[in-house]
């Protein structure tokens, strides 16, 4: 997922020993950094933290939204291909 309309979405490797990624969401407009998605260990999620004295309107924050699930789902799928892999070993 690169982005949408208004929001552009870098996602980062992740950092050696880590389980999830980082996601920085961009203005698509005028390219400042408007906050980051990242793992929130006590939710066990996804979570958006923007940065101080931003504003988002209801779709930009759907579109925050989806680009969580997609990372949800990316990373219940890597969970069940390690999972798979450990039992056939």
Known sequence: MAGSKYLRFEMEDKAPGKKTYNTKVYSAQYGNLLGVIRWYGPWRQYAFFPESSTLYSAGCLQDIQN????????RRHEKSLENKGRKEA
């Open 67 to 74: 680009h969580i699930i997609f990372l949800m789902e990316r």
